[in-house]
């Protein structure tokens, strides 16, 4: 579920955002791909070229947090899919286990 809302860039003009550097590096390594779906070379530094051109061009000031440890909700999230993760293996082994035994 998402925490964010949409915002017009043009009511942050002349004022300072704070980015959370790793989301738009996550976001442009998962999702910056070309026609064909392959990834793209150096898609970090262009996402993160063109997001900071956007801001500048709104004359919004970035200043790009490298944050230490997640918040709660984030490590909530983490554990989460963790947990997910470990019932999924479990479930594939069990169902590998039935299928060779069979």
Do not use: M, Y
């Amino acid at each position: 579920e998402s925490s964010g809302r949409p915002i017009d860039p043009e009511t942050l003009e002349g004022k300072i955002l704070a980015v959370d550097i790793s989301i738009w590096l996550n976001q442009a390594i998962k999702g910056a791909r070309d026609r064909h779906g392959n990834a793209i070379q150096n898609a970090h530094l262009l996402v993160l070229f063109h997001r900071l051109c956007k801001l500048l061009f709104f004359r919004i000031r970035p200043i790009f947090v490298f944050d230490g440890d997640a918040p709660l909700l984030k490590r909530q999230t983490l554990a989460s899919r963790r947990q997910r993760k470990a019932e999924a293996a479990d479930e594939s082994k069990k169902t590998t286990e039935r299928i060779f035994k069979t």
